[in-house]
């Protein structure tokens, strides 16, 4: 019987041992945190992180990188000792790579994490849009190879694949809690419904093949870049990112037919709205990369569809829905999941609403958030439509490019207006798909779900968007919290005005992160 006292998540995951990879990125740490405050009798978690030049060894990465977190500090304020014993009794750290066959370990420790792992969460993936195909299609679709025989090794466990609410592609209107349609090129559909992607993989690697053998070493990242772009395109999707995931679900839904898979979907992931810490971020996300350049007044006017629903979810949100979706897996096992972890049914959001209160909030407020805007920014941030922003950007490009070559300035002295011009279209490069959209995500599986799981399970692991007040979340947390955690690493270092330039620019570059 459901008590209110009963969490049937808890209980679920009482005993039990988790496989958890990506805990070095923002979702894996807030999931990390939650499991360890919330699930304390879970048996053991395992932690699948690979070395990098810092730290080869998992174990050193972890404590180096994971566990010096600012995610942990309330859990280090309330009891840092319980933190570290759970820590050594609990947590197991692997040196292993999710795209090699048997994540590159040795017979002997492969067979040891099967016989150890109760269920696997896989939270690992390139959420770069700028990514290369041929690693996107690794890490995002060909390591769920790996994935599916490892849930198979270790007994047939269930597998929680994270992958991303814009699998959707070019699709429109109300975008459901199921299988994906291309809207591109076709692709066929087998007898259970799944399409048939083994061909996509062997285009795909083809092409890679060609593009590798036809360029020159130093060229070849950029030729993959600009190839994973046009085959996303080619299918349906607006970038390498969300294809190789949608590459990902089906691969995976595929190889576990008549298994235990949940694929849980989230949309735009921001900070946390209440556990551990409101406000807690790591580093830049998404759409808050057009709020830092409009902070140090590198981008006014973005191309939007005022009305569309910009759909953002608090990451505490996400962690607990992964938890829940664990749960269900092991309490009901064989069947095939899928949920979207969003806002947009629930407390849809609109894009003007969304950009005219957090760029208000910087704009008024700028004292606040040092970390963010060194000034107050000038001018208000307008939105207009892309054929506009099109039409526009064209005339001030030249214009600037013009004004520039008559006052002889060179490629590393542009003056301030060209600049501006280059960031705003580098961002809309990038982000434009995502602020004019003409879909709206639904959540009514996962709605049903947290509904099944009772209402102790409601209280510990909130999912519902409903309850999220938008006005309190930017003013009060968001944007505060983007200042503090977000931008903790720029913090740490003095640099020079020049060079904290050219940071702010990679940022909002090459580094930014897809709205994945
Ligand atoms: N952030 C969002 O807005 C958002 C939205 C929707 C869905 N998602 C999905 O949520 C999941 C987590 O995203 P996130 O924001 O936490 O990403 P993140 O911060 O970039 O973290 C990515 C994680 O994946 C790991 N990883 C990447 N390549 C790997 C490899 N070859 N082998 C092993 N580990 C590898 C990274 O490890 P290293 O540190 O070793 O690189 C890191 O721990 C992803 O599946 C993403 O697609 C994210």
């Known amino acids: 019987m459901i008590t209110t006292e009963t969490s049937l998540t808890r209980k679920a995951l009482s005993g039990k041992r988790v496989l958890i990879t990506g805990t070095t990125g923002f979702l894996g740490k807030v999931l990390l945190e939650k499991i360890i405050r919330e699930i304390p009798d879970v048996a053991g978690i395992n932690l699948l992180i690979r070395g990098n030049k810092k730290h080869p060894e998992a174990h050193a990465r ?67 849009f700028h990514e290369a195909l041929d690693t996107a299609l690794r890490i995002n679709t060909l390591c769920l190879n790996n994935v599916a025989d490892f849930a198979q090794d270790a007994g047939d466990i269930p597998v929680v694949q994270i992958s991303t609410c814009y699998v959707n592609g070019y699709n429109n209107g109300i975008i459901h809690e199921a299988i994906s349609k291309p809207t591109g090129q076709h692709i066929a559909v087998d007898e259970h419904g799944y399409y048939d992607v083994a061909r996509v993989f062997g285009e795909l690697q083809q092409k890679i093949a060609q593009v590798k053998a036809s360029t020159p070493s130093p060229a070849q990242p950029d030729a993959l870049t600009e190839l994973g772009l046009r085959e996303a395109n080619r299918f349906g999707w607006g970038d390498t990112y969300t294809f190789t995931k949608w590459l ?216 519902d968007a409903a309850h999220i007040d938008w006005d309190r979340y930017f003013k009060e947390i968001h944007v505060a919290g983007l200042n503090h955690y977000g931008m903790e690493d720029r913090s740490k270092v003095e640099m020079p005005e020049a060079l904290e330039e050219d940071r702010v620019e990679s940022q909002l570059g090459e580094n930014s992160q897809a709205p994945a």
């Open 62 to 128: 972890f404590k180096a990188e994971i566990l010096t977190s600012t995610i942990f500090e309330r859990l280090r304020e309330t009891d840092s000792e319980a933190l570290e014993q759970f820590c050594e009794q609990k947590i197991q750290c692997i040196g292993g790579e999710i795209t090699e066959p048997c994540f590159g370990l040795s017979d002997q420790d492969y067979q040891q994490l099967a016989a150890t792992t109760d269920i696997f969460v896989n939270s690992a993936a390139s959420v770069n």
């Open 248 to 463: 990902g679900e089906q691969l995976i839904l595929k190889r576990m037919i008549g298994k235990t898979l949940t694929i849980l979907r989230p949309s735009v992931v921001e900070s946390c709205y209440a556990s551990p810490k409101p406000g807690w971020i790591e580093g830049v996300k998404v759409t808050d990369a057009i709020l830092l350049a409009y902070a140090r007044e590198k981008v006014s006017f973005f191309p939007a569809r005022k009305a569309g629903v910009v759909d953002i979810i608090p990451v505490d949100f996400v962690a607990n829905s992964v938890l829940l979706s664990m749960a269900e897996a092991l309490n009901e096992p064989v069947a095939s999941r899928i949920y979207q972890c969003c806002s947009g049914s629930q407390n849809p959001l609109g894009v003007e609403r969304y950009v005219t209160t957090v760029c208000e909030e910087v704009r008024i407020n700028w004292r606040k958030y040092p970390k963010l805007a060194r000034k107050e920014p000038q001018r208000k941030f307008v939105l207009v439509n892309k054929g506009v922003f099109i039409g526009a950007i064209k005339v001030m490009k030249q214009l600037t490019t013009l004004w520039d070559r008559l006052r002889l300035r060179s490629a590393t002295n542009k003056s301030k207006a060209l600049k501006m011009v280059e960031s705003t279209l580098k961002l809309a490069n990038i982000y434009a798909n995502y602020t004019s959209p003409y879909y709206v995500f639904n959540s009514d599986k996962l709605m049903a779900l947290a509904a099944k799981m009772g209402e102790r399970d409601q209280q510990l692991f909130p999912v």
